[in-house]
């Protein structure tokens, strides 16, 4: 049973993931980040139970490649940040920190009953993740 429950945590985290990569992206590259941003907050917590299993589950590694590729549109999308010149550091540790936060924003949206989140916290973190690391003009 628990590899059922496996597969169709990847199958949703990888149709998921051709969703995201098909969006259209802007002139904005920071605005395309947020966009992706809110998508995986909305993905998380229509799919909790795919979610805390594909990120907390004891057997990750059956997942790795479908995580891989969504680290992958990650970077991608920051790369874009840094190539229009605002970004702060380098684009690896800006993924790891944006993808540390959003799975973790997701994690503790889903660990709260509706009536108790606040509606506020995933774009306070994003917000935060913004200042400490983006430029908010080009260079």
Known sequence: M????EAVARDTLAIYAREKASRPLTNDPVEDLRRAWDLHI???????????????APSTAAYKPVIREGVALLRALVARVAEAGRLRVDVAHATNLIHAAGTGVQLTLAATPAEERDPRLSETIFEAILAAHHRSRLA
Do not use: V
């Not at 628990?2 to 429950?5: A, H, I, N, R, V």
């Open 42 to 56: 909305a993905f998380g917590l229509a799919h909790p139970d795919a979610f805390a299993l594909l990120f907390s």
């Open 2 to 5: 628990q590899g059922l429950f």
